[in-house]
Structures are given as C-alpha cells and as structure tokens.
C-alpha cells in the first residue's frame, strides 16, 4: 500500500468528496430543505389556526407538541432504520409521509385530523435530518464533517425562510388550504428527484455487512452509543442549545411579537426572518471554525447559551410595557445563533461512533432539542392560559431547561476530553503500524 501524497489529508477509506458527492448530497438535502418547510409552516399560521379551529393556546400548542413528541420519539428508531436500511430508503419513506401530512393538513376540517396530520408530518420529518447528517458521512472525508453538518443546518433555515416569506404571503392571499395544499407539491418534486438520482454511497465504500439485525442488534447498537461520552454530549449540547430558537419560529415568536410587543404582523413576520438569516450567516461561521479548530466546540456552544440567556433576562425584564424595537432585534440576531450551536452537537457524537453506528447516536444526539422544545411549547402554553396570557412569566420557562443543560454538560466535559485524548493516541499509534 502506498502513503498518501505529501499535503494529503484525505484519510484512508475516506469518502473522495468533490462534485458527485456533492450532487447526491444536494439531493438529500432538497428533501430536507421542504420538511422544514413543512415544518415550521405553523410559525406563520399560528393565529390562523387559532381561528381556524377555535382553540386556545394550550390547544393550539398541542399541534407543534404533537409534532415534536413524534418527531423526537422516532430519532433512535430512524437512527437505526438508517445504519440499517441506508439513506435513500429512509429519505423515501419520509418523504411520503410528510407530504401526506402537509396535505392533510391542508384539508383537515376540524382540530382533531388536524392534529392527526401534524403528528403523520412529524413523523416523516423526524427522518430527514439524520439521513442527510448519514448521506454526508458517506460521501465526503471526515475532516469536512463539521462544515457538511452546517451547511445542511443552513440549507434547513433557507426552508424556514420560505416558510416566514413565501408561506405566510399565500396564506393571506389564497386562504388556508390552497396555501398549504399547493406547497405539498413541493414534497412530490423532491421524491421525485430522490427516486431518480440519490445514491447511499460512492462505488467502493460500500458499508460492511451486518449479520444478525434483530433485538438483540437494536439494543448492542443503542448501549454501544449510549456509552460514549460524546454521544450524551451530543444530547445534551443540542438539547440546551436549540430549543430557544426552535420554540420562537415554530410557534410562539408571533404572537409574542404581536400581542405582547404590540407589533404589527409584518414587523414579527420580519423579526422571524431576522433569526433565520442570522441563523445562515452564524452556521458558516461556526463550521469554518470548528473544522480549523476542535477545541472551540465547547466554547462556541456555552457562548450562545449565555447570551441567549442574557437577551431573554433583558427583553423579559425590560421596565416599560414594550421593550424597545434594538433589544428585539438584537435578541432575534441572537437568537439565530442557536441551530448552529446546536450542530455543534453532532460533532461531540460524530468521531465518538464508528460508521457503522453513525445514524444511531446521530439519533440520540438530535433529540435532545427536540425534547427541550416540546416541554418548552407545552409550558409556555400551559403558563400563558394560566396567568391570563404573561408572555414574561411564560417565556421564563427558558431558562429552566437551560440550567438543566449547561448543568449536564459541565458533568461530562471532562470525560468526553479524556475520551478523545485517547481515541487521539490510538488512531497516532494505529497509524504507525499500518504497513507502507
């Protein structure tokens, strides 16, 4: 076997990367740029569907819990579906299962099939992301991990961009179903597409075969995860780190900007497309730095977290009845910080697992903000009908979930460096031995 060239960091085995890598790649995510559309469709319809339905806040919360309950409640079994079944498969059944969902919900005529139809769209959502993270693993070298991984991050915003632009437009202009039922097509053009050009992986990286694949095969691979270190890291950075975020486009940023800041619709709409431009030029950032600079990982992610905390203490806390329109840009601005952030969590997850265990702990990594930001929707609802619509008492549940966060990931930092310190001296030491 021959050495690499000189000033070659493409490792052996890697991925070769380059055009058709990128291709392929683009494909999976144009799926996952219309599930976040489809997504985050009822941050701009919130108080339609309030009217639509006639429901509460509680009950209009429910939607997007319902929505996140499945999605997180499917990330380990769609992490194993993935290292199972491949990419494409999984993307497939996804696809299908979103699109049905947007469209139900499009026709839905009452809360009930409604609620129905988020959950189904949940469901195929919850497929997306980790296939995509997978399909990236697949095709370009390692060392492009953590910028692949935002980039993705960013192509999922520009869908919650269309969502704040283009939905919210035709939703005031056509009327419900007509809005919702024409972006379903989207979901069909992307199947499409993903039918006829996606592929698992380049020839000759083949993934090695698995014998047995039962229970016994579920629970190795799941306990396998669990015990690294980086893979609770994961968790628990994306858990504290996107929920603040997640909570403002998905639901209440809104009616938060509207009934408790006094804005109008276009003003919130704009604020809400302020976090996701931030959120695209805060991505590339952090995956430029962290690919030259592993180290910063920690930092760049208990940053975010103090000062989301800190512009949400000073908008909340603001004296007069309204707080001022810089504080409320300053926090959207800040607020876009937290999906890049989260991202980060994936890179604590990523070089703890082999290849083989990727989409598992790639799972469990993601559900964390999802988890966060299902209870955080379920509060502020709860809280908001319960003291006659406080957004400040509400949104104080931030902070709760925060502390938990930061309070875990502070336990493990040590265990998870000495962890990768030792995976360092292995791969040097596997190095040496490896025959020219």
């Keep these: 076997m021959s050495s690499a060239a000189p000033g070659k960091s493409v490792l052996p085995g890697d991925p070769p990367g380059g055009r058709r890598a990128t291709a392929v790649w683009s494909v999976g995510v144009a799926v996952y740029f219309v599930a976040v559309i489809f997504r985050t469709s009822l941050g701009v319809a919130g108080l339609d569907a309030a009217d639509r339905f006639h429901v509460n806040a509680s009950a209009l919360s429910t939607f997007s819990i319902l929505q996140l309950l499945v999605y997180a409640g499917m990330q380990i079994p769609v992490g194993l579906l993935v290292d199972r079944l491949g990419t494409k498969k999984v993307l497939g059944i996804g696809a299908v299962l979103f699109t049905a969902g947007q469209l139900g919900f499009a026709l839905s005529p009452t809360y009930g099939t409604a609620l129905a139809s988020r959950a189904l769209l949940g469901c195929g959502d919850a497929m997306?992301?980790?296939?995509?993270?997978?399909?990236?693993?697949?095709?370009?070298?390692a060392r492009r991990g953590p910028l692949v991984g935002q980039l993705a991050g960013l192509v999922g915003m520009a869908g919650n961009l269309v969502s704040t632009l283009v939905l919210a437009r035709l939703l005031h202009g056509i009327g419900w179903t007509a809005a919702f039922a024409g972006s379903a097509l989207a979901g069909v053009v992307v199947l499409v597409l993903l039918v006829l050009f996606l592929k698992d992986h380049p020839e000759g990286h083949e993934p090695e075969p698995v014998g047995h694949r039962g229970a016994a095969y579920v629970r190795r691979q799941i306990a396998a995860s669990w015990r690294e270190p980086g893979t609770r890291m994961g968790l628990w950075v994306h858990f504290t780190t996107q929920f603040p975020a997640m909570v403002f486009l998905l639901l209440w940023g809104m009616p938060f900007l509207v009934e408790a800041q006094g804005?109008?619709?276009g003003t919130a709409g704009g604020l809400l497309t302020l976090v996701v431009l931030s959120n695209m030029t805060v991505g590339l950032v952090y995956g430029q730095i962290i690919a030259r600079h592993h180290g910063a990982r920690l930092p760049l992610a208990l940053g975010t977290v103090g000062a989301t905390a800190a512009l949400w203490a000073a908008t909340l806390a603001y004296p007069a009845a309204h707080a001022p329109m810089w504080l409320l840009v300053v926090l959207c601005a800040v607020l876009g910080a937290c999906g890049p952030a989260s991202m980060i969590g994936f890179d604590f997850a990523r070089p703890a697992n082999p290849a083989e265990r990727q989409g598992t702990a790639s799972g469990i990594t993601n559900m964390g903000g999802f988890v966060a930001s299902m209870t955080t929707l379920l509060a502020v609802g709860v809280l908001l009908?319960?003291?006659?619509?406080?957004?400040?008492?509400?949104?104080?549940?931030?902070?709760?979930?925060?502390?938990?966060?930061?309070?875990?990931?502070?336990?493990?930092?040590r265990r998870v460096a000495r962890r990768e310190r030792e995976r360092l001296v292995a791969g040097r030491v596997e190095a040496v031995h490896v025959p020219a």
């Design 263 to 265: 804005l109008s619709r």
């Design 128 to 141: 997306t992301f980790i296939s995509v993270l997978r399909l990236g693993t697949r095709w370009f070298p």
């Design 385 to 413: 009908d319960a003291t006659g619509d406080d957004y400040s008492v509400a949104f104080s549940s931030v902070f709760v979930l925060q502390a938990l966060g930061v309070t875990q990931i502070l336990r493990l930092r």
